[in-house]
């Protein structure tokens, strides 16, 4: 199953369905179902700006699951777009030239599953559920 390591609180916004909408550098082709691994890195600052969303922020596990849509490449209007959306969780940066990977179907795992990440999208070989 493919994996996306994800930092904290990113993650854990996806899982709460908060962001449907993960940022990279890079595109991909994949689409179907993939597994959301919170990194062990944590956002400095994050707790403070996302304190009422009340998160719980696991660390070096694969929290949930979501089906990824699309790959769109942000311009400056689909940027506004997601800003309009939630300022708080969209409106931090600036996302124009990156690619915002579209996820739906999110699911959220009641008992996470702890593994190393990696970088880019990479498999998990073990169990899911």
């Known amino acids: 199953m493919k994996v996306l390591t994800i930092k904290q609180p990113w993650a854990a916004l996806i899982i ?3 962001k449907k909408y993960e940022f990279r550098s890079w595109k991909t082709n994949y689409r179907g179902k993939i597994l959301i691994h ?6 400095k600052n994050a707790s403070q700006t996302y304190k009422n969303y009340n ?6 596990m694969i929290i949930g699951e979501a089906t990824l849509i699309d790959c769109i490449l942000i311009n400056a209007d689909f940027n506004q777009k997601l800003n309009n959306i939630n300022p708080q ?17 999110i699911i959220e795992y009641s008992k996470p599953i702890p593994c190393k990440g990696k970088l880019g999208l990479w498999n998990f070989e073990g169990d899911v559920k």
């Open 55 to 60: 998160l719980k922020y696991c660390q070096g």
């Open 16 to 18: 709460k369905g908060y």
């Open 89 to 105: 969780v969209y409106g931090q940066n600036d996302h124009t030239n990156l690619y915002a990977w579209q996820l739906e179907n």
């Open 38 to 43: 919170a990194g062990m890195t944590i956002e």
